[in-house]
């Protein structure tokens, strides 16, 4: 089974609002990744956060991890159409990736 | 610089046939990847090389073999093509298993 898994499955946000998606993953891990895909290409490297950080900024991103629950979260703030795409956790074990969330950013 | 590039972008297989896909890298990265994409059901690891001369098994690697030829090339071939193969591809590469990893454009395969 699949380290990662992303809730929810599908988000749709008017432009300029925030979107946050959800990550659980099984276990023990060094670091945490975030990706983007957009339709049809292959996925981008968004922001890798360390277990022993707690938040990361990057941008108009930010990341948290709690490490105690097993889970991750990732804020998309002031979004922009260019933000639809979908978006997958990984963890650190073989890189392992869950089936992503997708978003939608209305005009 | 080009990164991570697939071969073929493309492929149409009749069940049976058997095919390679390559992947090679120009960053000089340690680890490399394979993974399948379906519908609905995100990346899933085919195999895995953590490093020159080693191989792994990922989460999905039934009917498929890989090749590290060397530092940059990293080779999955399907031996006899199923439609259940019929997928997308990725090939990624790191420098590191928990480093940030760097994806080509994909191999669309239909196998009919």
């Known amino acids: 089974s699949q380290q990662g898994e992303e809730d929810p499955q599908a988000l749709s946000i008017q432009e300029g609002e925030n979107a946050t998606m959800n990550c659980s993953y099984k276990?023990?891990?060094?670091?945490l990744q975030w990706y983007r895909q957009n339709s049809g290409r292959g996925l981008v490297h968004l922001i890798l956060i360390r277990s022993n950080e707690r938040e990361k900024h990057s941008g108009r991103l930010r990341v948290t991890l709690d490490t105690s629950k097993k889970s991750s979260s990732l804020l998309i703030t002031a979004s922009r159409a260019a933000d639809t795409a979908s978006y997958f956790c990984a963890t650190d074990y073989k890189l392992s990736f869950g089936a992503g969330t997708t978003v939608t950013v209305r005009a | 610089n080009a990164g991570v590039t697939q071969t073929p972008k493309f492929q149409v297989l009749k069940t049976g046939q058997s095919m390679t896909l390559q992947c090679a890298q120009d960053?000089?990265?340690?680890?490399m990847y394979w993974y399948r994409q379906d519908p609905g059901m995100g990346l899933r690891l085919i195999y895995y090389?953590?490093?020159?001369?080693?191989?792994d098994k990922g989460e999905v690697p039934n009917g498929y073999n890989v090749s590290r030829l060397n530092k940059r090339e990293f080779s999955l071939r399907l031996e006899s093509a199923a439609p259940s193969q019929t997928s997308v591809y990725f090939c990624?590469?790191?420098?590191?298993?928990?480093?940030?990893?760097?994806f080509g454009q994909g191999t669309r395969l239909t196998v009919v």
């Open positions: 090389s953590a490093s020159e001369g080693t191989t």
């Open positions: 990624a590469s790191s420098d590191r298993l928990d480093t940030e990893a760097f």
């Open positions: 276990t023990s891990i060094n670091n």
């Open positions: 960053m000089n990265h340690n680890s």
